[in-house]
């Protein structure tokens, strides 16, 4: 149980175009989703927290112009980077804490996606 | 804040070896305290947990152990695989707040076992 999909796994983009990821619990519902975006070197920087229904919260120094997040239900949540540029080339990670959820519930991760704009 | 301290990387060892990956954190509370592992190309898969001072987690032949005194949760393994090759991240999620707490992460520990 628990299975976050995540949806491209790898997509290429020419720069100034918009790219939609999305993020699907499957067998649970999730209020919640987090999304992380990986740098080289597999440093972790949490984006943005999504909340179904009410807008994101962003973390400090995420452009949420730049980084559009949309919770629209339950069970979906989409990140669309928009106006790509190289240097948001990156891997894109989403997460959804399982049920019962809870502080100490763990966090159930999509498997990623890369991103590479030319 | 709250944060994560993992020993850097990456580590090297010889199959059958044994594991020791360090973490400490800092918290203001009592945080819940995790392992996730990454394969690579995939997203993060959660190794294991412990949410209480002296709780020990375990899964797949791995241990770690909360220890408040010293604010620590090091991961072990005792003889480890080339399956094991991968990124491990320590992480924690404070008390606070249900669902929407965050998990704050480690930088990652890659590990590479050799045959």
């Known amino acids: 149980g628990a299975v976050v999909s995540q949806h491209p796994s790898r997509v290429i983009c020419k720069s100034g175009t918009s790219v939609k990821i999305e993020c699907r619990s499957l067998?649970?519902?999730?209020?919640?989703m987090f999304w992380y975006r990986q740098f080289p070197k597999q440093s972790l920087m949490l984006m943005a927290t999504?909340?179904?229904?009410?807008?994101?919260?962003?973390e400090q120094g995420v452009e949420k112009d730049k980084f559009l997040i949309n919770h629209a239900s339950l069970t979906l949540s989409t990140l669309t980077v928009t106006s790509a540029h190289p240097e948001d080339s990156s891997f894109y990670i989403c997460?959804?804490?399982?049920?019962?959820?809870?502080?100490?519930?763990?966090?159930?991760f999509g498997n990623g996606t890369r991103l590479t704009v030319t | 804040g709250d944060s994560v301290t993992q020993m850097e990387g990456p580590v090297t060892l010889s199959e059958e070896a044994f594991l020791t990956i360090n973490c400490t954190y800092t918290?203001?509370?009592?945080?819940?305290l995790f392992w996730y592992v990454q394969y690579p190309g995939e997203g993060l898969q959660l190794l294991l947990k412990?949410?209480?001072?002296?709780d020990k987690g375990s899964n797949k032949g791995f241990e770690a152990t909360y220890r408040k005194e010293t604010t620590s949760f090091h991961l072990e393994k005792g003889s480890v695989q080339v399956s094991d090759s991968a990124v491990y991240f320590c992480?924690?999620?404070?008390?606070?707040?249900?669902?929407?707490?965050?998990?704050?992460f480690g930088t990652g520990t890659l590990l590479a076992v050799q045959p």
């Open positions: 997460s959804a804490r399982g049920t019962p959820s809870s502080y100490n519930s763990p966090l159930h």
């Open positions: 067998d649970f519902q999730a209020t919640t």
């Open positions: 999504s909340n179904e229904g009410s807008k994101a919260t962003y």
């Open positions: 918290a203001t509370g009592y945080p819940s």
């Open positions: 412990a949410t209480k001072a002296d």
């Open positions: 992480a924690l999620s404070d008390n606070y707040g249900g669902a929407t707490n965050k998990l704050i």
